[in-house]
């Protein structure tokens, strides 16, 4: 069944509202461009609007009524959201899920190096990359510095225009020909994915002669701007992500190219909708987290306890608490877990199968199931739950559109579902069409953005 095209049905109103999310959206990912900054800015909105620090609640025995509204934080890496409804938690909660790391490249723990008389730094790449993207582009850093003394410091450099911006070198075309030979996978190295930061020496008085002069005056400039030294590099995390801020594109203004899209363009939709649905029947939540790019692995991944763990708080401060009642809740609530769908690509289309496939522009995309080959490694929604699904977003007007992860056979991918339906909860993915999904520039149309937070905000309201 072929959707209509999503802007069709837009007054002026609606398309004001649309303009105005899109451009919060876009300095949203434009500012945010790690999961640390992404979780930072998202609990200032939150406190912003009246949400309480768990810590806070627990530490002064609050109790928790209907209407009252908790954050807490993981690690400063995941956040969840939880805004308590009139009917107690153990009938169940209505849950929007979704990531906030994306691929980039990693500094390693030793990562500073001389050669050629230049100054580099060492990575590792993070999540599924294509290592030729990274090459001959303009890139940033972001991240934090920890030092022994307790002090955290944060870097970012490459994203104001009065900032300098780094590159990591491809080999010219002149002698490139047994390089043009080589599958796209070995094109370029990973191993050779190092940033230049540096191609000048430093001045030394006198006859002695540094070693390593480039790099010594690249220690230089750190100590002099941020106070660090090289071997603080073993406590740091540095993200290398492209430098620039997210753009309007197309002459019609449609659509946003940014980077990191996914999966941030379902972590702020999502945001948003909990954010402005004050008044809920069943407690609403909102999961933001970390790793799912490789694996939801990890203190702060998905596969971690902390949401498990912070709802048993949550509850025990709301006169629910006990190990029963914790499982009946988890049992009985219902997730839309927001993750990125594949848009259809005209120039790649033996990769789809059509009729089943994210139409830019075309609302708000369900997948029953992701998974790879057979729906290995998937969760498969059961009929009942996406009839309910359906039915929400019909009810609230909301365009989408069901679809699948391409053509069978041509590769695959998954996303933390699975993870929350273990609890035997109701789970089903749903999410955004991407362009271009994991290269440094990702594309959506405004129109599947704005439907997918006015379908959000149906779910936590009514599901």
Not at 8 to 18: F, H, N, Q, R, V
Not at 218 to 223: A, K, M, R, V, Y
Not at 282 to 292: F, Y
Request: hydrophobic share 40%; glycine share 10%.
């Amino acid at each position: 069944m072929e959707r209509p095209c999503a802007w069709k049905a837009y007054d002026d109103a609606a398309t004001a509202e649309l303009e105005e999310l899109c451009t919060q959206y876009r300095a949203f990912i434009s500012e945010n461009k790690t999961e640390r900054e992404c979780v930072t800015a998202s609990v200032e909105l939150a406190e912003a609007a009246g949400y309480v620090n768990l810590e806070t609640a627990i530490a002064e025995g609050r109790e928790l009524k209907t209407g009252d509204k908790i954050y807490a934080v993981n690690h400063n890496k995941s956040l969840m959201l939880v805004n308590l409804g009139t009917e107690p938690m153990e009938r169940g909660m209505n849950i929007l899920g979704a990531h906030v790391d994306s691929p980039r490249l990693d500094l390693k723990q030793n990562p500073l190096y001389e050669a050629g008389d230049m100054a580099y730094l060492d990575t590792h790449y993070y999540g599924g990359v294509k290592a030729y993207h990274w090459v001959a582009t303009p890139l940033a850093l972001h991240g934090v510095v920890c030092k022994k003394d307790g002090a955290t410091i944060e870097v970012c450099v490459g994203e104001d225009p009065t900032d300098p911006v780094f590159c990591i070198s491809d080999l010219l075309i002149h002698l490139a020909s047994d390089q043009l030979k080589k599958p796209a996978a070995e094109a370029v190295d990973h191993e050779n994915l190092d940033v230049i930061v540096g191609g000048r020496p430093v001045k030394i008085e006198g006859d002695d002669e540094e070693k390593e002069p480039v790099k010594k005056l690249f220690l230089d400039i750190l100590s002099e701007k941020y106070g660090i030294d090289e071997e603080d590099f073993l406590s740091a995390e540095i993200e290398v992500v492209p430098a620039g801020a997210a753009r309007e594109m197309g002459f019609d203004r449609s659509m946003i190219l940014g980077y990191g899209q996914d999966d941030r363009v379902c972590a702020y939709t999502s945001l948003a909708a909990q954010l402005d649905v004050p008044e809920v029947t069943r407690t609403a939540v909102t999961l933001l987290v970390d790793k799912e790019e490789i694996g939801s692995v990890g203190a702060s991944g998905m596969t971690s306890r902390f949401f498990e763990n912070a709802i048993a708080e949550i509850m025990e401060l709301a006169g629910e608490g006990g190990e029963l009642k914790l499982r009946r809740a988890l049992a009985n609530s219902r997730m839309l877990s927001s993750d990125v769908s594949a848009g259809f690509d005209t120039l790649y289309a033996d990769r789809f199968e059509k009729k089943n496939a994210a139409v830019m522009g075309r609302g708000l995309c369900f997948n029953k199931y992701t998974g790879a080959r057979g729906k290995s490694g998937s969760n498969d929604a059961d009929a009942e739950y996406l009839a309910l699904v359906r039915d929400i977003m019909d009810e609230a007007g909301v365009a989408f559109q069901t679809c699948e992860l391409g053509r069978i056979g041509a590769g695959g991918g998954g996303t933390i579902a699975y993870i929350l339906a273990e609890y035997g909860m109701d789970v089903i993915d749903s999410g955004v069409a991407v362009l271009s999904m994991h290269a440094l520039w990702e594309v959506t149309n405004k129109a599947d953005v704005y439907e997918a937070y006015k379908g959000y905000k149906a779910f936590i309201a009514r599901a």
